[in-house]
């Protein structure tokens, strides 16, 4: 697909180089060897990296191709105009078309944007509020429905030696045997204030976990979710979000959690934590197996999630769908939504550059409908 090709291009994808994936993809790589699992450092767009390990939190040398660094300015240079802390308030309609944004800056200021198009890109948790605050767009009554998240959760193998955990890149390399069942293995750098806060141990227990960090590596594990979520408005129009996990996806969890410790334990952990309730911490296969027989709840996982989408999603049946495919709604002409929620299922993998694919597309389409 051109528009994939050209996002990765502009991007400057390339794969992880193997200094910055250090200990984690050295021993995953052990691991997968041993069992036979495929797995390779992970794409990323970040050129100029050089290992810092704070990506999460913001690049501090702007080596990562982020919004501020890739859009912002190419934005700025095709005449746009930037409002900074200026907060959308209300799509401005007139005869049922949207005609633009009313916003207010943070002095007060009201600001009226008129506009041939309007584009709605808050993402999948903020998008649906604008339109649900306004009542548009909502004939289907889909809006905010259909919400996924990719459930996911963090492991920790414990290894008798120094590793250099907290020196190399977050999601810098991969275990790719197991996509096409829909569970998506990632991992590297967790911050040692961030792993010391995600443990649930306490006293002693808790002080030999903080004790053995700098002998650690993490890993992670995200679902292809079959789950369905939805966001609310909730009080001062924050979103409110409701999820459940169902059946499959916590026998994909549960799976993945059995996968993960065996491929640690392959490459010579000495234990592995969990975030799992009734088993912190795995010693041994013996151990694997009581948790393989162990029936969990979904609760029993403390669990985190990444890459909402869907909440306003695309098709071509109005009834069942928000926008059409050229992301224009349904029910208001010059109204598009450009974001993750008009991806219309879960993608099982990160979505930042189906979402960017997705927004070059619509952004043509819509050009050579203004011009035209």
Not at 200 to 209: D, K, Q, R
Not at 351 to 362: D, G, L, N, S, Y
Request: glycine content about 10%; hydrophobic content about 40%; overall charge neutral.
């Amino acid at each position: 697909m051109p528009f994939v090709e050209r996002t990765l291009e502009y991007l400057e994808v390339a794969p992880s180089e193997e200094r910055y994936v250090g200990d984690v993809g050295r021993l995953i790589a052990k691991g997968c060897d041993a069992l036979g699992f495929a797995h390779g450092p992970l794409p990323r767009n970040a050129p100029g990296c050089d290992g810092q390990a704070r990506c999460a939190f913001g690049c501090p040398t702007d080596a990562k191709r982020s919004t501020n660094v890739a859009h912002i300015p190419a934005a700025l240079k095709a005449n746009a105009f930037l409002f900074t802390s200026t907060e959308a308030e209300r799509v401005l309609t007139e005869r049922g078309r949207a005609v633009g944004v009313v916003a207010r800056a943070a002095g007060g200021a009201r600001i009226t944007v008129r506009a041939r198009a309007t584009i709605l890109a808050c993402g999948s948790l903020l998008t649906p509020l604008v339109l649900l605050r306004q009542r548009l767009a909502n004939t289907s009554l889909q809006v905010g429905k259909n919400l996924t998240i990719h459930p996911a959760f963090g492991m920790a193998g414990e290894f008798d030696f120094l590793t250099d955990h907290f020196r190399t890149v977050p999601q810098g390399y991969g275990i790719h045997e197991f996509w096409p069942e829909g569970m998506l293995f990632e991992g590297g750098t967790t911050p040692p204030d961030l792993l010391a806060a995600s443990t649930h141990e306490v006293g002693h227990t808790f002080m030999a976990f903080a004790e053995a960090m700098d002998r650690l590596i993490t890993f992670g594990m995200a679902v292809k979710d079959t789950s369905r979520g939805q966001v609310w408005r909730g009080i001062a129009g924050r979103p409110l979000i409701s999820y459940s996990v169902n059946e499959t996806d916590l026998a994909r969890l549960k799976k993945g959690t059995e996968i993960l410790a065996r491929v640690l334990f392959a490459a010579g952990a000495l234990r592995v934590h969990l975030p799992v309730r009734g088993f912190p911490i795995l010693d041994s296969e013996q151990d694997l197996e009581r948790f393989r027989q162990a029936s969990l709840l979904p609760r029993d996982y403390d669990l985190t999630a990444f890459h909402p989408l869907g909440t306003t999603r695309m098709g071509v049946d109005s009834r069942i769908s928000v926008v059409g495919p050229d992301h224009q709604t349904h029910d208001v002409p010059g109204l598009y939504v450009m974001d993750g929620g008009a991806v219309p299922s879960s993608l099982g993998v990160n979505p930042q550059v189906t979402i960017m694919a997705m927004a070059t597309r619509a952004a043509e389409l819509l050009a050579d409908r203004l011009s035209g």
